[in-house]
């Protein structure tokens, strides 16, 4: 469903197109790694949408968030809610144009957290896509929807690791400084082997970064 543009001093939005719980949690199921023959690690998982989850229940494993990339989602948030989209509210998704690149549709979607064992004995709820749109909301004090995956094979756990003292550790950064590690990898020699490619199912969705890891570090 297309919705009309309607004009604000940070962000313009063209058009909307919206698509519901059940095809977000169809499409997500299909997500492949990276590695390991692609395989798709969510084919017998349970995948949940989990609506106004509490932030501080749920663990970052990226070092850092970009503060002008805060800004920006907290202008889109306010964009949206004039076309009834609360972005911390999501029951589905979206495929959203903007002013900014009128030729891209971009997803929008809820976070993608996983339930998973630390080498501790903590079992936490790891964020693995979308720690800006949980750290916006966590800037205004708000809960957040986000879609949880359980019973993921312990063969295939998220590339990183747990920040150990969660959200304390996060750094907010104006721009990401040479040689900087943005996570504790599992396995160091080819971290990226156990990427989640959530841009096959929602291409746009995972942002390429500034490259900063040290030099040991190869994908």
């Known amino acids: 469903m297309a919705s009309?543009?309607?004009?604000?001093?940070?962000?313009?939005?063209?058009?909307?197109?919206?698509?519901?719980?059940?095809?977000?949690?169809?499409?997500?199921?299909?997500?492949?790694?990276?590695?390991?023959?692609?395989?798709?690690?969510?084919?017998?998982?349970?995948?949940?949408?989990?609506?106004?989850?509490?932030?501080?229940?749920?663990?970052?494993?990226?070092?850092?968030?970009?503060?002008?990339?805060?800004?920006?989602?907290?202008?889109?948030?306010?964009?949206?809610?004039?076309?009834?989209?609360?972005?911390?509210?999501?029951?589905?998704?979206?495929?959203?144009h903007t002013s900014e690149d009128p030729q891209e549709a971009i997803p929008?979607?809820?976070?993608?957290?996983?339930?998973?064992?630390?080498?501790?004995?903590?079992?936490?709820?790891?964020?693995?896509?979308?720690?800006?749109r949980v750290s916006a909301a966590r800037s205004l004090g708000l809960p957040i929807s986000v879609v949880v995956a359980r019973g993921v094979p312990s063969e295939y756990p998220y590339y990183a690791y747990a920040l150990p003292r969660g959200w304390a550790e996060l750094e907010e950064l104006d721009e990401l400084p040479d040689s900087y590690q943005k996570k504790e990898y599992r396995l160091p020699e080819n971290y990226k082997a156990l990427f989640r490619e959530f841009n096959t199912v929602f291409p746009g969705v995972q942002k390429q970064r500034k490259q900063s890891n040290p030099g040991h570090l190869h994908a």
């Open 108 to 132: 929008i979607i809820p976070p993608i957290v996983e339930e998973t064992l630390e080498p501790d004995g903590r079992s936490v709820l790891l964020i693995n896509d979308g720690l800006h």
């Open 4 to 96: 009309r543009a309607w004009h604000d001093p940070g962000v313009q939005i063209l058009s909307i197109t919206r698509f519901d719980r059940d095809e977000l949690l169809a499409a997500l199921r299909e997500t492949p790694l990276r590695g390991f023959d692609k395989t798709r690690l969510y084919a017998n998982a349970t995948l949940a949408l989990a609506p106004a989850t509490a932030t501080d229940l749920l663990t970052p494993a990226q070092r850092y968030v970009l503060e002008p990339r805060l800004r920006k989602l907290l202008e889109l948030r306010v964009a949206l809610l004039h076309h009834g989209i609360d972005l911390f509210a999501l029951d589905g998704g979206a495929y959203i």
